[in-house]
């Protein structure tokens, strides 16, 4: 089974910036689609942004044009640049092989205050 390490989140003010990491274990991740996800204390894990084998990329509203998930193969790492940061961005981030419903992580929590 897959693996996935998060990191990078952390305390930031309100309009700034952070890049998280996502490293997964095994051989075969160039071959998934992506996704990053997010859970906010009390609130159901949602879906924050998909990155395909190919390099397309799809958001939702909430984070499009504000977020931005790369992917480098060759060290079978996921990112997300997350800029103009709201405090309603402040979350627990988890990775994943998009659509999965198992396998998570421990996650990275981003907390988004003045």
């Known amino acids: 089974q897959v693996q996935f390490v998060e990191s990078g989140g952390g305390l930031v003010q309100p309009g700034g910036s952070l890049r998280l990491s996502c490293a997964a274990s095994g051989r075969f991740f160039s071959a998934y689609i992506m996704a990053w996800y997010r859970q906010a204390p009390g609130k159901q894990r949602e879906w924050v942004a998909t990155?395909?084998?190919?390099?397309?990329?799809n958001y939702p509203d909430s984070t499009k044009g504000r977020f931005t998930i790369s992917r480098d193969n060759a060290k079978n790492t996921v990112y997300l640049q997350m800029n103009s940061l709201k405090p309603d961005d402040t979350a627990v981030y988890y990775c994943?092989?998009?659509?999965?419903?198992?396998?998570w992580g421990q996650g990275t929590q981003v907390t988004v205050s003045s």
């Open positions: 990155i395909y084998t190919g390099g397309n990329t």
């Open positions: 994943n092989i998009a659509g999965s419903t198992g396998g």
